[in-house]
Nanobody, 126 residues
Framework: QVQLVESGGGLVQAGGSLRLSCAAS????????KGWFRQAPGKEREFVAA????????YYADSVKGRFTISRDNGKNTVYLQMNSLKPEDTAVYYC???????????????????WGQGTQVTVSS
């Protein structure tokens, strides 16, 4: 069974840090590019970060550059999102995503991405 399971969300004060994890099960996803999206209440889902299978290509949304870092451990089939200097506007449900095309992950709001996790809530208080 192919599955993405996120963890690590929670409540943090502005300026704090959180690290999200996304564990992939199923051999199909082990070599897929992966990414993170988020959706705040009343807003559309937006791209946050993406990473190729090798980790050699990484992309970030302008709103998180310099504060968030995406990484992956292929031995553990896990991708991470380290979030530092968090702001109240980072509050959202964060979703892990996987697709066999990195371009599909980085294009728009992820409408064509094949695999999604269930999401994890991140709340940043002011």
């Amino acid at each position: 069974q192919v599955q993405l399971v996120e963890s690590g969300g929670g409540l943090v004060q502005a300026g704090g840090s959180l690290r999200l994890s996304c564990a992939a099960s199923g051999r199909t996803l082990s070599m897929h590019p992966k990414g993170w999206f988020r959706q705040a209440p009343g807003k559309e889902r937006e791209f946050v970060a993406a990473i190729s299978w090798s980790g050699g290509s990484i992309y970030y949304a302008d709103s998180v550059k310099g504060r968030f870092t995406i990484s992956r451990d292929n031995g553990k089939n896990t991708v991470y999102l380290q979030m530092n200097s968090l702001k109240p506007e980072d509050t959202a449900v964060y979703y892990c995503a996987a697709d066999n095309s990195l371009a599909t992950i980085t294009a728009g709001s992820g409408g064509r991405v094949d695999y999604w996790g269930q999401g994890t809530q991140v709340t940043v208080s002011s």
